[in-house]
C-alpha cells in the first residue's frame, strides 16, 4: 500500500487565494481525519469523516475553511480566502475501525500564504 | 476540555543515555497512542495502550499507561541518533477523538 498520499507538498501562494489541498486515504480505511500543525498550536485536528460521512467539524477555524469527501478515496480542504496565518503543515490521516486505532499520516502539505 | 500535556518540551541528550517523556491528561482516558515524527517528516504511529498498568516494550522503547489511566510514560534506554524526533502522546475520553499532546523534542548528541 502507498500509504495516504496527500498534494501538493508544498503550496505557496498569495493571500486572498484559493487553496486546495488533496488527500487519497488507504484503502479500507474508513475514517479520515484532516489536522493542522504549527509551532504554536502543535497539532490541531480541523475535521473528520467517517464513511465519508463529515462527523465533527468544531475544529475548523472559520468559514473560510472548508472540506468534503466525495467518495472513500478522495477528499479535500479547501481555504478560501487564504489569509498569512493559514501558513502551517496540514496532514491528513486515516485509519479503520474506529477513532480508537492508531492514525496513518501523510507526508504533508506545508502551505505558504505570503 | 480534554487538555493532554507533555514534559519536557525539549530534552538533549549524549547518545548512550537514556531518555523519558512524560504525558499527563486532565481527564481519565480510555485508551493512549505514541507517535515520533522525525524532522521534516509526519507522526508515525508507535504504540497503544488500553489497560490500566500497562507496560509495552518495543525493542528499546518502553511504554507505560498509569494506574488511573490519566498519565503514560514513554522511556528509551541507550538512545541512539536514529532517535532524533518529537514524541507526541495523544489522549482519548471513551467515545471522543484522540487529543494531541504538545510533544517532547528529542535531540542525541553523537
Known amino acids: 500500500d502507498a500509504g495516504v498520499i496527500q498534494s501538493p507538498r508544498h503550496e505557496v501562494t498569495e493571500m486572498g487565494q484559493e487553496v486546495t489541498l488533496r488527500c487519497k486515504p488507504i484503502?479500507?480505511?474508513?475514517?479520515l481525519f484532516w489536522y493542522r500543525q504549527t509551532m504554536m498550536r502543535g497539532l490541531e485536528l480541523l475535521i473528520y469523516f467517517n464513511n465519508n460521512v463529515p462527523i465533527d467539524d468544531s475544529g475548523m477555524p472559520e468559514d473560510r475553511f472548508s472540506a468534503k469527501m466525495p467518495n472513500a478515496s478522495f477528499s479535500t480542504l479547501k481555504i478560501q480566502p487564504s489569509e498569512p496565518r493559514d501558513s502551517a503543515v496540514y496532514f491528513c490521516a486515516s485509519s479503520s475501525g474506529g477513532t480508537g486505532n492508531g492514525y496513518t499520516f501523510g507526508s504533508g502539505t506545508r502551505l505558504t500564504v505570503v | 476540555g480534554q487538555q493532554v500535556m507533555q514534559i519536557p518540551q525539549y530534552q538533549h541528550v549524549q547518545e548512550g543515555e537514556d531518555f523519558t517523556t512524560y504525558c499527563n491528561s486532565s481527564t481519565t482516558l480510555s485508551n493512549i497512542q505514541w507517535y515520533k515524527q522525525r524532522p521534516g517528516g509526519h507522526p508515525v504511529f508507535l504504540i497503544q495502550?488500553?489497560?490500566?498498568?500497562e507496560v509495552k516494550k518495543q525493542k528499546r522503547l518502553t511504554f507505560q499507561f498509569g494506574e488511573a489511566k490519566k498519565n503514560s510514560s514513554l522511556h528509551i534506554t541507550a538512545t541512539q541518533t536514529t532517535d532524533v524526533g518529537t514524541y507526541f502522546c495523544?489522549?482519548?475520553?471513551?467515545?471522543?477523538?484522540?487529543?494531541f499532546g504538545p510533544g517532547t523534542r528529542l535531540s542525541v548528541l553523537p
Open positions: 495502550l488500553v489497560k490500566s498498568g
Open positions: 484503502s479500507g480505511h474508513d475514517y
Open positions: 495523544a489522549g482519548r475520553n471513551y467515545g471522543q477523538n484522540f487529543v
